[in-house]
Protein backbone atom coordinates (compact mmCIF):
# COMPACT_ATOMS: atom_id res chain seq x y z
CA UNK A 1 0.00 0.00 0.00
CA UNK A 2 2.77 2.31 0.94
CA UNK A 3 4.75 1.75 -2.67
CA UNK A 4 1.45 2.41 -3.75
CA UNK A 5 0.65 5.52 -2.28
CA UNK A 6 4.32 7.07 -3.87
CA UNK A 7 3.31 5.60 -6.75
CA UNK A 8 0.62 7.89 -6.97
CA UNK A 9 2.41 11.00 -5.48
CA UNK A 10 5.26 10.63 -8.18
CA UNK A 11 2.70 10.57 -11.34
CA UNK A 12 0.57 13.63 -9.81
CA UNK A 13 3.32 15.73 -9.69
CA UNK A 14 4.82 14.29 -13.46
CA UNK A 15 1.42 15.53 -14.41
CA UNK A 16 1.28 18.56 -12.69
CA UNK A 17 4.95 19.63 -13.87
CA UNK A 18 3.63 18.69 -17.89
CA UNK A 19 0.62 20.85 -17.15
CA UNK A 20 2.49 23.49 -16.09
CA UNK A 21 5.07 23.36 -18.85
CA UNK A 22 1.94 23.27 -21.40
CA UNK A 23 0.73 26.80 -19.72
CA UNK A 24 3.41 28.52 -19.46
CA UNK A 25 4.67 27.58 -23.23
CA UNK A 26 1.35 28.47 -24.38
CA UNK A 27 2.08 31.73 -22.37
CA UNK A 28 4.95 32.65 -24.06
CA UNK A 29 3.95 31.48 -27.72
CA UNK A 30 0.73 33.69 -27.47
CA UNK A 31 2.93 36.78 -26.00
CA UNK A 32 5.22 35.94 -29.15
CA UNK A 33 2.64 36.25 -31.51
CA UNK A 34 2.00 39.95 -30.95
CA UNK A 35 4.39 40.63 -33.85
CA UNK A 36 5.09 39.57 -36.94
CA UNK A 37 8.05 36.64 -37.35
CA UNK A 38 10.23 35.19 -40.55
CA UNK A 39 12.36 32.28 -40.07
CA UNK A 40 14.57 31.43 -42.25
CA UNK A 41 15.52 27.74 -41.58
CA UNK A 42 18.73 25.87 -41.89
CA UNK A 43 17.65 23.07 -44.03
CA UNK A 44 20.99 22.56 -45.79
CA UNK A 45 21.51 23.33 -49.44
CA UNK A 46 17.96 24.87 -50.22
CA UNK A 47 15.41 27.16 -49.56
CA UNK A 48 12.74 27.27 -46.27
CA UNK A 49 11.07 30.34 -45.18
CA UNK A 50 8.50 30.11 -42.13
CA UNK A 51 6.11 33.02 -41.54
CA UNK A 52 3.92 33.71 -38.75
CA UNK A 53 1.86 36.66 -38.70
CA UNK A 54 -0.17 38.37 -35.38
CA UNK A 55 -3.62 36.41 -35.91
CA UNK A 56 -1.90 33.20 -35.96
CA UNK A 57 -1.58 32.27 -40.12
CA UNK A 58 1.40 30.89 -41.00
CA UNK A 59 3.24 30.63 -44.37
CA UNK A 60 5.71 28.57 -45.40
CA UNK A 61 7.80 29.24 -48.40
CA UNK A 62 9.58 26.22 -49.86
CA UNK A 63 10.65 23.15 -47.76
CA UNK A 64 14.12 22.76 -48.77
CA UNK A 65 16.16 19.45 -49.57
CA UNK A 66 14.79 17.18 -46.89
CA UNK A 67 12.62 15.94 -43.90
CA UNK A 68 14.76 19.10 -41.84
CA UNK A 69 12.36 21.19 -42.16
CA UNK A 70 9.74 18.96 -40.08
CA UNK A 71 12.39 19.65 -37.10
CA UNK A 72 12.52 23.80 -37.77
CA UNK A 73 8.89 24.12 -38.10
CA UNK A 74 8.47 21.73 -34.49
CA UNK A 75 11.14 24.04 -33.18
CA UNK A 76 8.76 27.33 -33.60
CA UNK A 77 5.56 26.11 -33.78
CA UNK A 78 3.17 24.82 -31.19
CA UNK A 79 3.22 20.94 -30.83
CA UNK A 80 -0.85 21.16 -31.19
CA UNK A 81 -0.70 22.90 -33.79
CA UNK A 82 -0.73 21.28 -37.13
CA UNK A 83 -2.42 23.40 -39.59
CA UNK A 84 -0.44 25.51 -42.01
CA UNK A 85 -2.71 28.29 -44.00
CA UNK A 86 -0.28 29.07 -46.92
CA UNK A 87 2.34 26.55 -48.69
CA UNK A 88 4.26 28.64 -51.34
CA UNK A 89 6.53 26.45 -54.11
CA UNK A 90 8.54 29.30 -55.77
CA UNK A 91 10.07 26.30 -58.46
CA UNK A 92 9.85 22.92 -58.51
CA UNK A 93 13.61 22.00 -57.98
CA UNK A 94 14.09 19.54 -55.42
CA UNK A 95 16.17 21.94 -52.95
CA UNK A 96 12.69 23.52 -52.46
CA UNK A 97 10.04 20.74 -53.00
CA UNK A 98 11.42 17.75 -51.55
CA UNK A 99 10.96 19.33 -47.77
CA UNK A 100 7.05 20.00 -48.75
CA UNK A 101 6.34 16.66 -49.71
CA UNK A 102 7.09 15.68 -45.85
CA UNK A 103 5.18 18.61 -44.97
CA UNK A 104 2.04 17.83 -47.11
CA UNK A 105 2.29 14.25 -45.75
CA UNK A 106 2.04 15.60 -41.60
CA UNK A 107 0.40 18.59 -41.74
CA UNK A 108 -3.55 19.90 -43.08
CA UNK A 109 -2.58 22.96 -45.87
CA UNK A 110 -5.11 25.46 -46.04
CA UNK A 111 -4.16 26.04 -50.16
CA UNK A 112 -1.00 26.47 -52.10
CA UNK A 113 0.52 28.73 -54.60
CA UNK A 114 2.81 27.89 -57.48
CA UNK A 115 4.32 28.91 -61.08
CA UNK A 116 2.21 25.32 -62.09
CA UNK A 117 5.01 24.78 -64.73
CA UNK A 118 5.90 21.72 -65.79
CA UNK A 119 8.82 19.65 -64.36
CA UNK A 120 9.58 16.27 -65.20
CA UNK A 121 11.50 15.07 -62.06
CA UNK A 122 9.72 12.41 -59.82
CA UNK A 123 8.84 14.77 -57.15
CA UNK A 124 7.00 17.04 -58.78
CA UNK A 125 4.37 14.51 -59.67
CA UNK A 126 4.43 13.07 -56.17
CA UNK A 127 3.99 16.64 -55.17
CA UNK A 128 0.84 16.60 -57.70
CA UNK A 129 -0.50 13.96 -56.40
CA UNK A 130 -0.38 14.04 -53.06
CA UNK A 131 -2.63 17.55 -53.49
CA UNK A 132 -5.07 15.87 -55.46
CA UNK A 133 -5.11 13.17 -52.46
CA UNK A 134 -5.58 15.30 -49.77
CA UNK A 135 -7.72 17.51 -52.25
CA UNK A 136 -6.10 21.04 -51.36
CA UNK A 137 -6.68 24.26 -53.67
CA UNK A 138 -3.91 25.20 -55.65
CA UNK A 139 -3.55 28.43 -57.18
CA UNK A 140 -1.28 29.36 -60.43
CA UNK A 141 0.77 32.45 -58.88
CA UNK A 142 0.82 35.39 -61.73
CA UNK A 143 1.96 39.20 -61.27
CA UNK A 144 -0.47 41.40 -59.60
CA UNK A 145 -1.84 38.80 -57.16
CA UNK A 146 -1.95 39.24 -53.61
CA UNK A 147 -2.69 37.20 -50.77
CA UNK A 148 -3.86 38.38 -47.34
CA UNK A 149 -2.71 36.90 -44.10
CA UNK A 150 -3.98 38.78 -41.05
CA UNK A 151 -2.27 42.22 -41.25
CA UNK A 152 0.28 40.98 -43.80
CA UNK A 153 -0.16 41.48 -47.43
CA UNK A 154 1.58 39.42 -49.81
CA UNK A 155 2.31 41.00 -53.28
CA UNK A 156 3.04 38.64 -56.42
CA UNK A 157 5.68 40.07 -58.54
CA UNK A 158 6.53 37.33 -60.56
CA UNK A 159 6.20 34.84 -62.52
CA UNK A 160 4.63 38.11 -65.25
CA UNK A 161 2.43 35.21 -67.29
CA UNK A 162 0.64 32.22 -66.71
CA UNK A 163 2.78 29.18 -66.71
CA UNK A 164 0.34 26.66 -65.94
CA UNK A 165 1.26 23.57 -67.53
CA UNK A 166 3.55 25.16 -69.63
CA UNK A 167 6.98 23.57 -70.10
CA UNK A 168 10.50 25.70 -69.89
CA UNK A 169 13.57 25.48 -71.17
CA UNK A 170 14.92 26.95 -67.79
CA UNK A 171 12.45 26.86 -64.75
CA UNK A 172 14.02 29.78 -63.22
CA UNK A 173 12.36 31.92 -65.48
CA UNK A 174 8.77 30.76 -63.49
CA UNK A 175 9.89 31.29 -60.27
CA UNK A 176 7.26 33.09 -57.95
CA UNK A 177 8.73 36.25 -56.12
CA UNK A 178 6.50 37.46 -53.10
CA UNK A 179 7.05 40.66 -51.46
CA UNK A 180 5.86 41.05 -48.22
CA UNK A 181 4.04 44.26 -46.54
CA UNK A 182 3.36 44.17 -42.93
CA UNK A 183 2.77 47.83 -41.59
CA UNK A 184 5.56 49.79 -43.04
CA UNK A 185 7.96 46.76 -42.62
CA UNK A 186 8.56 44.78 -46.00
CA UNK A 187 10.60 41.43 -47.48
CA UNK A 188 10.98 40.27 -50.54
CA UNK A 189 11.62 36.77 -51.41
CA UNK A 190 13.24 35.85 -54.75
CA UNK A 191 13.15 31.93 -54.65
CA UNK A 192 16.04 31.02 -57.76
CA UNK A 193 15.18 34.15 -59.62
CA UNK A 194 17.94 34.87 -61.96
CA UNK A 195 19.14 38.22 -63.29
CA UNK A 196 17.02 37.87 -66.52
CA UNK A 197 13.95 38.05 -63.70
CA UNK A 198 15.56 40.89 -61.50
CA UNK A 199 16.10 43.05 -64.82
CA UNK A 200 12.35 42.41 -65.76
CA UNK A 201 11.23 43.77 -62.17
CA UNK A 202 13.30 46.67 -62.63
CA UNK A 203 12.00 47.39 -66.59
CA UNK A 204 8.58 46.75 -65.12
CA UNK A 205 9.07 49.66 -62.39
CA UNK A 206 7.94 47.26 -59.75
CA UNK A 207 7.77 48.34 -56.38
CA UNK A 208 11.24 45.92 -55.03
CA UNK A 209 12.48 48.26 -52.14
CA UNK A 210 12.63 45.67 -49.38
CA UNK A 211 14.05 46.07 -45.68
CA UNK A 212 14.72 42.06 -46.27
CA UNK A 213 16.14 40.66 -49.18
CA UNK A 214 15.60 36.78 -49.86
CA UNK A 215 18.89 36.59 -51.91
CA UNK A 216 18.25 34.96 -55.11
CA UNK A 217 19.87 31.29 -55.98
CA UNK A 218 22.07 30.81 -53.21
CA UNK A 219 23.98 33.52 -53.88
CA UNK A 220 24.99 32.11 -57.01
CA UNK A 221 26.51 34.81 -59.55
CA UNK A 222 23.48 34.23 -61.76
CA UNK A 223 21.57 36.41 -59.35
CA UNK A 224 21.93 39.51 -57.24
CA UNK A 225 22.32 41.99 -59.36
CA UNK A 226 24.42 45.33 -58.21
CA UNK A 227 20.86 46.95 -59.97
CA UNK A 228 19.25 45.14 -58.59
CA UNK A 229 20.29 45.25 -55.14
CA UNK A 230 20.46 49.07 -55.45
CA UNK A 231 16.73 49.44 -56.03
CA UNK A 232 15.75 47.02 -53.66
CA UNK A 233 18.27 48.58 -51.27
CA UNK A 234 17.66 46.50 -48.07
CA UNK A 235 18.88 46.50 -44.77
CA UNK A 236 19.26 42.73 -44.15
CA UNK A 237 19.74 40.12 -46.43
CA UNK A 238 19.91 36.64 -46.03
CA UNK A 239 21.61 33.81 -48.42
CA UNK A 240 20.22 30.58 -47.59
CA UNK A 241 22.77 27.75 -48.50
CA UNK A 242 23.89 24.42 -47.47
CA UNK A 243 27.96 24.24 -45.77
CA UNK A 244 30.19 23.26 -48.10
CA UNK A 245 27.89 22.78 -51.10
CA UNK A 246 28.94 21.19 -54.04
CA UNK A 247 27.81 24.59 -56.21
CA UNK A 248 30.57 26.99 -54.44
CA UNK A 249 27.22 28.86 -53.41
CA UNK A 250 27.86 31.91 -52.22
CA UNK A 251 29.68 33.42 -54.97
CA UNK A 252 32.41 35.69 -54.02
CA UNK A 253 31.70 38.38 -55.95
CA UNK A 254 27.51 38.49 -54.57
CA UNK A 255 28.71 38.67 -50.81
CA UNK A 256 31.09 41.60 -52.15
CA UNK A 257 28.36 43.23 -53.89
CA UNK A 258 26.66 43.18 -50.36
CA UNK A 259 29.15 44.36 -48.74
CA UNK A 260 29.74 47.42 -50.36
CA UNK A 261 26.19 48.09 -50.42
CA UNK A 262 26.51 48.19 -46.23
CA UNK A 263 23.99 45.70 -46.03
CA UNK A 264 23.68 43.18 -43.15
CA UNK A 265 24.45 40.05 -44.18
CA UNK A 266 23.20 36.69 -42.60
CA UNK A 267 24.08 33.13 -43.96
CA UNK A 268 22.51 30.08 -42.40
CA UNK A 269 25.34 27.83 -43.43
CA UNK A 270 27.10 30.17 -40.27
CA UNK A 271 24.51 32.02 -38.61
CA UNK A 272 21.95 28.97 -39.15
CA UNK A 273 18.84 29.06 -37.97
CA UNK A 274 18.07 32.93 -38.34
CA UNK A 275 14.60 34.87 -37.41
CA UNK A 276 13.70 38.43 -37.72
CA UNK A 277 10.71 40.12 -36.08
CA UNK A 278 8.56 42.96 -37.24
CA UNK A 279 6.09 45.16 -35.13
CA UNK A 280 5.27 46.55 -38.27
CA UNK A 281 7.15 50.13 -37.91
CA UNK A 282 10.44 48.24 -38.21
CA UNK A 283 12.43 45.02 -38.41
CA UNK A 284 15.19 43.41 -36.14
CA UNK A 285 17.11 40.24 -36.15
CA UNK A 286 16.44 38.06 -32.97
Known sequence: ????????????????????VTIWYAVFYFEARQNLIVNFFDVGQGDAIFIEVPDGNQILIDGGPNDKILSRLGGVMPFWDRDIDLLVLTHPHADHLDGLLEVLKRYNIGQVLES????????????????????????????????????????????????GGKTLKNIHDA?????????????????????????????????????????????????????????????????????????????QEVLDRIAGAGVALFRVDLDRDTEFVSNGLQFWQK
Open 116 to 163: GAEHSIPEYQEWRDLLRTKNVPVFVAQRGQKVKAGGAVFVVLAPFENY
Open 1 to 20: MEKSSKNAKLISLIILATVS
Open 175 to 251: TVILKMNYGSTTALFTGDAEKQLEYRLLWSNSDIKSDILKVGHHGSKTSTSEEFLKAVSPKFAVVQVGRKNRYGHPA
